[in-house]
């Protein structure tokens, strides 16, 4: 209020003359002095005005400590305006204690809030031990609870210990899961060694699983060599499969050798077909003599 009715007197007794301004100069800078904004210059206000910024300013205060913002300056407050924002505190308060938030004050609660506080975290503590997080705290569980943990970590074990993570711990399996488990390991061998893998155990294998996993890989060495892949190992081949897989390359070599690739091993056709190929390299300077000619007469 001091500030206040100092500016009033400024105003009052200043010189008829001094600091006056147009009024379309006053209504942008009233404007600025309603939004609180350092550019205000509060001399230019009338009375009127300067109660009316006043007004703004405490509302905003009000405004600020509703908010719980540091700016807040609870010294301003009307008794009424103080409590008002007791209860928006304490509400954010308790809203704080029960997310677990580091900014609770448990000393301002109440003992209702209190209880309900407390129930929230025995709720948060029992989702996190079931989760199996690390801030899990096993003695605040009720009997039924921990059960209910102990079952659900026994699953989640059991899960790990199927899929073959690192994580599980074959310790605490029961016999029946340990059979699950070891016939789960068997199966992910026998598909890794079906697949090609560097992680299969081959004397792991049954003697009709060994019989699969030498098909399939006769089937993916055939058809690398008959793309002419680098993985492909003719040694493993039987008469048959090199056969067929000569004879693709043949057919590459012809390709090749028709498009006039560095890959043509022109020893390697047969007389057909290097008339063939003879055929198409002629075809081909027959094609483009009429376009270099076209492009002579063109200079």
């Not at 063939?276 to 000619?293: A, G, H």
Request: glycine share 4%; with cysteine.
């Amino acid at each position: 209020m001091r500030w206040f009715v100092m500016l009033l007197l400024i105003v009052i007794f200043r010189s008829p003359g001094e600091g006056q301004k147009p009024l379309g100069g006053q209504e942008p800078n009233f404007a600025t002095c309603l939004k609180g904004l350092p550019e205000c210059d509060f001399s230019a206000l009338s009375p009127d005005q300067l109660k009316q910024v006043g007004d703004a300013s405490k509302k905003r205060n009000v405004d600020y400590c509703l908010e719980g913002r540091q700016i807040c300056d609870p010294t301003r407050l009307t008794p009424a305006e103080t409590n008002s924002v007791q209860i928006a505190w304490n509400r954010r308060n308790v809203e704080r204690c029960s997310n677990g938030s580091a900014q609770c004050d448990p000393i301002r609660l109440n003992e209702k809030d209190t209880a309900s506080v407390q129930t929230a975290f025995l709720q948060r503590n029992y989702e996190k031990c079931l989760m199996g997080a690390p801030s899990c705290d096993p003695m605040r569980l009720t009997a039924a609870q921990s059960i209910q943990m102990k079952n659900t970590s026994a699953r989640r074990n059991l899960d790990r210990c199927l899929s073959g993570s690192s994580a599980c711990d074959p310790t605490v399996l029961t016999p029946a899961e340990v059979a699950s488990v070891h016939a789960a390991s068997l199966r992910r061998n026998f598909d890794s060694c079906l697949q090609g893998l560097s992680k299969c155990d081959p004397l792991l294998l049954t003697e009709s699983q060994v019989k699969q996993v030498k098909t399939e890989y006769e089937r993916r060495n055939l058809n690398s060599c008959l793309y002419g892949l680098a993985s492909c190992d003719p040694l493993q081949l039987n008469e048959a499969a090199l056969n067929s897989a000569k004879a693709a390359y043949r057919s590459r070599n012809l390709e090749a050798c028709k498009k006039g690739l560095p890959a043509c091993d022109p020893t390697l056709l047969t007389s057909p077909e290097l008339a063939s190929v003879t055929s198409v390299f002629q075809l081909r300077r027959i094609k483009s003599t009429p376009k270099t000619e076209e492009r002579k007469r063109s200079r």
